[in-house]
């Protein structure tokens, strides 16, 4: 051991902590990197999912209006002026939350009530808007629960995220400091003290 700690110079600790002290820092560089890479996708992913949903949830309640106004005008003749609604109602099924899809039921069925209803004029129409009376209002409402708790979620993962990268940087910095205090520690005292 005496021979070892002979060669061991205070230029040479200085150089043996540098090297340490940057394979840590590239250590740490490397993590940051694939844990940012493993969550980019992941929140890559979920912003679709939330762009499709939000799409998804316009275009029921744009259909959902035009059928609206229709049967508040005219008696049920053509079942297929219902095809888009139902259709979007599937794929509301598919990808949404209960609480959505059976909002988006009662739509439709507010629907085919006001079909069997007798035909409104263009004044009670306005009337009924006037009043507040909104048969999408319950199903906008949800929707935007139902998209806010995706995005809340998001947020909350790309937190989670830096939260990650920052325990990564900080342990892989504290080895850093770690890697050169053992080396230190190899070191007889008065080898160290003696020559610096």
Partial sequence: MEL??????PASVSALAAIFGSL????????????AQRHQDRRDLLAKKIFHREQLYSDFISESTKIIVDAAQHTF?????????????????????MNV???????????????????????EIKSKAAKGDDPLRDFSNICRRDLESLWTGLL??????????TRALEQVGSHGQGYLQVFERSLPDREWKGKA
């Fill in 4 to 9: 070892i700690s002979a060669s061991w110079g």
């Fill in 24 to 35: 840590a820092g590239a250590l740490g560089s490397a993590v940051s990197a694939w844990i």
């Fill in 77 to 97: 003749q053509d079942p297929g002026r219902l095809i888009p609604a139902y259709a979007l109602l599937s794929r509301i099924r598919l990808s949404s939350s």
């Fill in 101 to 123: 899809v059976e909002s988006a039921e009662r739509v439709l069925k507010t629907i085919l009530d006001i079909y069997s209803e007798p035909n409104l004029t263009p004044d």
């Fill in 156 to 165: 909350q993962k790309a937190d989670k995220q830096s939260e990650s990268r």
